[in-house]
Structures are given as structure tokens and as C-alpha cells.
């Protein structure tokens, strides 16, 4: 059956499943995906509909795999999908999706730079293998953009940094209804910064008709950031330099938005473990904002990693992970940190995904921005003596009742909130209950509970008090519980004096 074809098929189960979902769902939902349990990292995410996607990774040992998952809310027809498939050896993939469900994966293979494309649950085809000439020692961070405009769903970019390889530099791809064009060498991209150019494609022009622009760093003249347009019969322009000084130099992530573009940036990174992330925004009527540094100031030192940004009319999504170390350079936290700025305030919702925190959390994030503006979050994560998987997260469209998803997470419930002085913690007696821990707003540990099981229900008191029996101060924390099949449930709680 073809991609079309397919897709077609798929339309009638799609459009049940995102019935009248809510405009933004607030709560998620996470698990790890369906796939192999051998070591896997470098997860990239494409999602189409609401809790729709295919996730691509590398897998120790074996090379590429993608998992499409696909979940439809309790009470609707459809059911769910789940599919695997390995593409063979290669490294560094990346995946995006375009209108018609048709997904793309690239990653690299050897000399080569190969492109397939698909549904995701059944057909794959490869597409185009292009050479990218001798390496000494591989590429930088392939980048894709899939346009979201439906009178133009053919066009797909890809960008990727080969400055190891013979006649190196930014090479890019383009994709249109004939298919894959052959690749090319952007003028005047030989970045001194090497794989640190961080090539990152996206779009200018008129709102509609799109034209490509690659956004990189460089250091000709002094680090700074550089972009390069591409003109429907009119080539590639000359590079453009970027008065965006202290924000990048390292890793960054750009979405473009109705007035300009948004970052998501680190700089050069210092002697220390440590570094800062940064958000810029860049507009037609004002130019360069002021960095805002978004660093969550939690250790000693701080270094964040993995910047991952993406739009949705006027709300911004920002998403990374940072590594804490203290004084004596040991490492004490792994955390991952999300915000979404709407009507221009920021908010951070990053206890979300507290229950993910201190885990043994590798720092290659992505992050896809689905069909409803909502925020699909990937990550590898081991869970000692287990190896690493690949986790994901949903925005909540079903309430928490997702038909033959994931398994169930604990139900934890914990009354009154907002509290004061006492707090009365329950959970499901279904799963035994191996920790109940409180954080504070920073994400440290401030109580362990230890529950007892009463008439098929776990239950505990917290008094507001930390391990040493001092008062805690009035704020949001977060409750987690671990349950010994793995199964895990965070709720907020505030405590008000």
C-alpha cells in the first residue's frame, strides 16, 4: 500500500481520535515507548495528530529503529498502533513528519548521508543516498524542516554540518512534489566552530511561501551567529551576520514565529561544567531582544544541554536538560526543564516531569510540536541493572484515560491541597509502593514518607515538615511515588501557612 494510500486508510481513525480535544492539555502522560531494550540513545520525535508519532534512535550494536506510536482515548474507536522497525547501521537520526502523515527519517551511514520515508507503521523506502565524501571523523547534528503549509505539504529541507569530510561545510537537501534534489555545499559555511556551527534550518519569506534559511555559528569576525537565505532562481545569498553576541556559540534551536524567530541557546562552554541556556527573540519591528537566561540555578554548577524550542500561534515551548554538579565537580542532579511562554509570561512546568528527575537521564533531548500546539517530549533514560530506553511524553488530551496505552500509573491523590498544617496522601493498593518523596520547587528532596497499607489503599500524613522536622516554607512542591513494577505518579501540592 503507498504512503498516500495509507495515509487515507489512517484518516477515518485520526479524525476520532482528536475530537473536540481540549485547546492545550495541561497534564501529560509519559512511559517508555514500545521498542527493544538494548541501549538507546539520540531519540528524535515527529508527531502529526495528538498522541501520534514516530520516535527515531541509535541502539547500541545495531544502528537505527524508529517506534510509531499512536494511542486513541478511552471510548473512541480506533484503538492503538504500535510498530518497530530497524533501518540498519548509521548514527545521529533525525525525523520529521509532513501534512499527509508521510514521515522522514535521515541519519548517517558511513560516507554517506541516507534519507528514507514512510508511514511509519508499515512502509519504508529509501529514497536517496548521498555522498558526502572522505571522512575523518563524522558529521554534526542533522536538522530537518517540514513544511506545515497545505497548499505546499511536499517541501521538506534538510541541513547538516560535514566540515570532517573532504570539501566540507553546511551541505543541504531539498524535497519537493518531484522529490529529493541533489546535495549541495552552501556557500561561504566553512564555520571555524566545526560541528559546534550547529546548522539549523528553517524558513523566510512571506507567510505561506516559505524559502529556506539556514542559521549557524561561526567565528568570522569573533564568535557570532551567521544565517544564509536561498532564493527560489536566485541561489544562495551571502551569509549574514547576526548582532546576537553571548548567547550562542554552542548548541541552539530556532523555531520562526508570526512577527520573527525564537532561540533557544547555550554559549562557548566554560572551563567548568557548567554553561547557560538562553532565549532570544528576533523581530522585524524591534530586532534582538535581550537574552533572557533561563538556567535553572539548582547546583554549584549548572550545565544545560540539548536546547529544544518550537511555536504554536503565540505560545512559545522551550525544552532542555541540565546536569548539576557541586563544588568538587561530582555530578548530584539530572533534570529535565520545560516552559511555555504565552501572552509573553513565562511559565515553567517543569514539575511535570519531575518523576523523570535524577534518573540516569542521557542529554540528547527532542522535542515535536503536534497538530493541537502541544509539546511531544523525548529522552533516554536508564533504570539500573535495565539498559537505556527511549521515553515520551504526551500532552494529556484524554484525562488520563488513554485506551490500551502505556501501563496504568498509580492513582495518587492527596487532600486538602492547598494544605496547612497536614496533608493526607493516598494511592492505589494494585501496586507496592517502593518510595513516597516530596521535592521543593528546585527539584530537591526535602521528605521520604513511608506509607502504610490500609483496607487496598496505601495512605501517609505529611506535616509540611522537612527530614530534620523543620517547617518548610509556603510554595508548590511535588509529591512522587515509585511503585515496584515500575509504574510511577507525581502530583503538585501546595502548602500554604
Not at 553546511?170 to 550547529?198: C, K, N, Q, Y
Not at 522537612?466 to 518548610?472: A, F, P, W
Amino acid at each position: 500500500m503507498s504512503i498516500t494510500s495509507w495515509a487515507r486508510f489512517l484518516a477515518p481513525a485520526l479524525l476520532l481520535l482528536i475530537v473536540a480535544p481540549p485547546a492545550h492539555a495541561e497534564s501529560r502522560i509519559t512511559w517508555p515507548i514500545y521498542g527493544p531494550t538494548q541501549d538507546c540513545s539520540r531519540p528524535s520525535v515527529a508527531s502529526s495528530q495528538p498522541l501520534f508519532s514516530v520516535t527515531a534512535w541509535e541502539q547500541a550494536g545495531s544502528g537505527i529503529w524508529t517506534a510509531f506510536e499512536g494511542f486513541a482515548c478511552a471510548g473512541l474507536p480506533g484503538g492503538t498502533r504500535q510498530a518497530l522497525h530497524a533501518h540498519g547501521a548509521g548514527e545521529r537520526p533525525t525525523v520529521g513528519v509532513l501534512i499527509d502523515e508521510t514521515y522522514i527519517l535521515a541519519f548517517v551511514r558511513g560516507d554517506s548521508l541516507v534519507v528514507r520515508e514512510g508511514d511509519g507503521q508499515i512502509d519504508w523506502t529509501t529514497v536517496a543516498v548521498t555522498y558526502l565524501g572522505d571522512a575523518s571523523a563524522g558529521v554534526g547534528r542533522i536538522d530537518m524542516w517540514c513544511s506545515t503549509y497545505y497548499m505546499l505539504e511536499d517541501l521538506a529541507w534538510l541541513a547538516v554540518w560535514t566540515g570532517q569530510y573532504q570539501g566540507g561545510g553546511i551541505r543541504f537537501m531539498r524535497r519537493s512534489a518531484a522529490g529529493w534534489e541533489p546535495i549541495e555545499t552552501v556557500p561561504g559555511t566553512d564555520s571555524e566552530l566545526v560541528e559546534l556551527s550547529h546548522p539549523q534550518v528553517t524558513e523566510f519569506g512571506d507567510l505561506g511561501s516559505p524559502q529556506p534559511r539556514i542559521y549557524f555559528n561561526d567565528m568570522n569576525p569573533g564568535l557570532c551567529l551567521k544565517s544564509v537565505d536561498w532564493y527560489f532562481g536566485g541561489g544562495w545569498a551571502p551569509p549574514v551576520v547576526h548582532d546576537a553576541a553571548g548567547a550562542f556559540g554552542g548548541a541552539f534551536d530556532v523555531a520562526r514565529t508570526q512577527e520573527g524567530y525564537v532561540f533557544l541557546s547555550t554559549g562557548l562552554q566554560p572551563p567548568c561544567p557548567c554553561n547557560s541556556v538562553h532565549f532570544t527573540e528576533w523581530t522585524e519591528w524591534w530586532g534582538w531582544s535581550i537574552p533572557l537566561d533561563l538556567t535553572a540555578g539548582l547546583e554549584f554548577y549548572d550545565w544545560p544541554f540539548s536546547p529544544q524550542i518550537g511555536v504554536d500561534g503565540d505560545r512559545v515551548h522551550a525544552f532542555w536538560f541540565q546536569l548539576g554538579s557541586d563544588e568538587m565537580m561530582e555530578p548530584r542532579s539530572r533534570r529535565l526543564f520545560y516552559h511555555v511562554r504565552e501572552a509573553g509570561i513565562w511559565e515553567d512546568r517543569s514539575l511535570d516531569l519531575a518523576e523523570q528527575w535524577d534518573r540516569d537521564l542521557d542529554d540528547h533531548l527532542s522535542m515535536s510540536i503536534d497538530s493541537h500546539g502541544g509539546a511531544v517530549l523525548a529522552w533516554a533514560r536508564r533504570d539500573a541493572p535495565e539498559p537505556k530506553r527511549i521515553w515520551i511524553s504526551y500532552p494529556d488530551y484524554c484525562g488520563g484515560d488513554v485506551e490500551d496505552g502505556p501501563p496504568a500509573a498509580p492513582r495518587l491523590s492527596a487532600f486538602p491541597n492547598p494544605f496547612n498544617p497536614s496533608l493526607t496522601i493516598t494511592a492505589s493498593g494494585e501496586h507496592d509502593v517502593v518510595a513516597l518523596e516530596i521535592f521543593d520547587a528546585g527539584g530537591r528532596l526535602v521528605r521520604r514518607l513511608q506509607p502504610s497499607l490500609v483496607t487496598h489503599r496505601w495512605t501517609a500524613q505529611w506535616d509540611g515538615c522537612d527530614v530534620s522536622g523543620q517547617e518548610l516554607a509556603s510554595g508548590t512542591y511535588v509529591l512522587r511515588m515509585r511503585a515496584g513494577t515500575g509504574a510511577e505518579a507525581s502530583r503538585k501540592i501546595t502548602l500554604a501557612r
